[in-house]
């Protein structure tokens, strides 16, 4: 079974940071790109962030400058730095990596369960 877990999540203050780590767990033969979402109440799942497996980064308008999205492959684990936090930051952000598994030995996306962040004003 393949499991990604989110820590990190919490309740800061607008301009303050938080770290969010996703472990990927599990039967896994190798691991592409990962990519950090989020869903404020009442919106779509918006892409955040999004890293390939050589480490090129991509980001959203929104939080370009403030995010930035790190991966230790040995470690099957993407990060998300987040400084100058912002009101509008509030959000369940999730973890996705897209992965061959052994079981099927097909590649699928993978989500993990998702974190609070919540940036008070």
């Known amino acids: 079974q393949v499991q990604l877990v989110e820590s990190g999540g919490g309740l800061v203050q607008a301009g303050g940071s938080l770290r969010l780590s996703c472990v990927a767990s599990g039967n896994i033969f190798s691991i592409n790109a990962m990519a950090w979402y989020r869903q404020a109440p009442g919106k779509e799942r918006e892409l955040v962030a999004s890293?390939?497996?050589?480490?090129?980064?991509n980001y959203a308008d929104s939080v370009q400058g403030r995010f930035t999205i790190s991966r230790d492959n040995a470690k099957n684990t993407v990060y998300l730095q987040m400084n100058t936090l912002k009101p509008e930051d509030t959000a369940v952000y999730y973890c996705?990596?897209?992965?061959?598994?052994?079981?099927?030995?097909?590649?699928?996306?993978?989500w993990g369960r998702g974190t609070q962040v919540t940036v008070a004003s």
């Open positions: 890293i390939t497996s050589d480490n090129r980064p």
């Open positions: 996705t990596a897209n992965m061959i598994v052994r079981t099927t030995w097909t590649t699928a996306d993978y």
